[in-house]
């Protein structure tokens, strides 16, 4: 029984790995981040300004290496910009980078930040999960068979 709940949990490791990949890969697509660089920096940005931004900021490493990183067994990204600032995955906005940790992905707890939102993806999926354990309890209720047989017993008692 312990082999079979390893095997399975083996599995189920391997396929959240294989789909963070595909959507990881799906988001890392150059149209994508030409979007983003656009967006971050000035919709009117020619394509070597977008490579630049892009260089600057880690996103033209090559994707196993991005990925690693992304989830945290690799050592996140320190980079000198071209405008002198020096930039790093683990930095928190806005300082230097003194005392950051090496590694900061997902196994970290370290979600990463939305551009979208302006805010850190872990207190975004945090706010938006939290009315869910009230959405499945009562859902659990409703669909319960003692639930379920007094709802059928009560349409029975009304049929003419």
Same mark, same amino acid.
Not at 74 to 87: E, F, H, M, N, W
Not at 125 to 140: G, Q, Y
């Given at each position: $029984? ?6 399975? =949990?083996?599995? $189920?490791? =391997? ?10 890969? $799906?988001t ?12 971050e920096?000035?919709?009117? $940005? ?8 892009l260089?600057?900021?880690?996103? @033209? ?9 992304? @989830?945290g ?32 992905g997902? @196994?970290?707890?370290n ?17 938006? @999960? ?11 209720? +409703? ?8 709802v ?7 049929? +003419?």
């Open positions: $029984m312990l082999l079979f709940i390893l095997r399975r =949990f083996a599995v $189920m490791v =391997f396929t959240a790995l294989c789909l963070t990949f595909i959507v990881f890969f $799906m890392n697509l150059y149209p994508n981040l030409e979007k983003l660089a656009k967006s920096g000035n919709f009117r $940005m020619d394509d070597a300004a977008v490579a630049s931004f260089d600057n900021r880690g996103y @033209l490493d090559p994707l196993p290496i991005k990925y690693g990183r992304w @989830l067994v690799l050592p996140g990204y320190v980079i000198q910009g071209s405008d002198g600032k020096t930039r790093g995955q683990c930095f928190e906005r806005g300082t230097d980078g003194k005392g950051a940790p090496r590694f900061c997902v @196994l970290q707890g979600w990463g930040f939305s551009t979208v939102f302006k805010d850190d993806v872990g207190s975004i999926v945090a706010t938006r @999960l939290s009315p869910s354990p009230i959405s499945t309890s009562t859902i659990s209720i +409703l669909e319960s068979p003692s639930v379920t047989s007094i059928w017993l009560l349409k029975g008692s009304f049929v +003419l």
